[in-house]
């Protein structure tokens, strides 16, 4: 890709944050300026950013590419928000990080107006179950999946400066609908977040806590790994994902249902082949 004047990456957490060192890293920007009113100063201090933009307009007056990497409803208003739609430049690049896409397409197609065709809606499948600019790292995208999903007034250009953009990070570069993808990811990522935050409660909340803390293994540390996540930012991501969520949540406990009458009849090929539903499939990953 070609080499950016000036990117700006709006939300400097663990995946804005590694997107913008990243940027630094590979020399892919003259500059890499930040604009996070939490977190943009540590991501200064941390040198994955340049400067830190005192606003929004600011940030991305003058820019070459804007990276919305807030949560998912922080990032649909500055879709619709007029000093984000002013001050893009014609030619500048727009894209965003967010788990969810169908939404976030919609808020483009409402606010951004005839900036609409420079705005590619963008998922890297990366990250991991820590919050801030601390837990960045410049190499988070090598090997990566980066889901696309364009809108039908695309321009041609900018999909391509974008592709392009990713995969100079390192990562692997797929297309789909938003409506694909928010389905996908509801069964793959979103309702496995609620079911592993569900499983540490269980287990948290209930008389063995104590003792579950001091000698559990690595099945539990596996399984509710994710369940360490920072609970407001998944709220909002199973809210704008709702149907596909709960659609995904009625296929686990159908399967869940499978395991418990099985286990209750004491009936075990029935159990076995309740489990090895999971397992055939789990192989293939």
């Known amino acids: 890709m070609s080499r950016l004047g000036r990117a700006v990456v709006v939300g400097t957490g663990a995946v804005g944050g590694s997107i913008a060192g990243a940027l630094r890293a590979r020399g892919l920007a003259g500059e890499v300026w930040g604009f996070d009113p939490a977190n943009a100063a540590a991501a200064r201090e941390a040198g994955l950013v340049d400067r830190v933009a005192a606003s929004l307009a600011e940030a991305v007056d003058g820019a070459d590419l804007v990276v919305l990497a807030a949560p998912v409803p922080v990032n649909r208003a500055l879709l619709g928000d007029p000093a984000l739609r002013e001050a893009l430049g014609a030619r500048a690049l727009l894209t965003d990080v967010s788990s969810t896409k169908a939404s976030v397409v919609a808020a ?52 391509d400066a974008v592709r392009a953009l990713w995969a100079a990070l390192g990562a692997r570069v797929a297309s789909m609908t938003p409506e694909h993808h928010d389905r996908l990811f509801a069964e793959v990522s979103h309702w496995p977040h609620a079911v592993a935050f569900a499983l540490a409660a269980s287990v948290g909340q209930g008389p063995l806590a104590d003792d579950a803390r001091r000698y559990h293994g690595a099945g539990l540390r596996d ?9 407001g ?13 709960l659609a995904a949540a009625a296929s686990f406990r159908a399967e ?30």
């Open 108 to 159: 483009a197609r409402a606010g951004l107006g005839a900036r609409l065709g420079r705005f590619v809606a963008s998922h890297p499948i990366a990250g991991s179950d820590r919050a801030g600019p601390g837990a960045s790292r410049i190499d988070l995208l090598d090997g990566a999946h980066v889901i696309v999903c364009p809108t039908d007034g695309c321009d041609a250009d900018a999909l």
């Open 223 to 231: 399984t509710t790994r994710v369940g360490g996540s920072p609970p």
């Open 233 to 245: 930012l998944w709220a909002g991501i199973l809210l704008d994902n709702r149907d596909a969520s």
């Open 256 to 285: 869940l249902d499978r395991i418990e009458r099985a286990l209750r009849d004491g009936d075990r090929a029935a159990l076995e082949g309740a489990l090895a539903r999971g397992a055939d499939w789990r192989s293939t990953l």
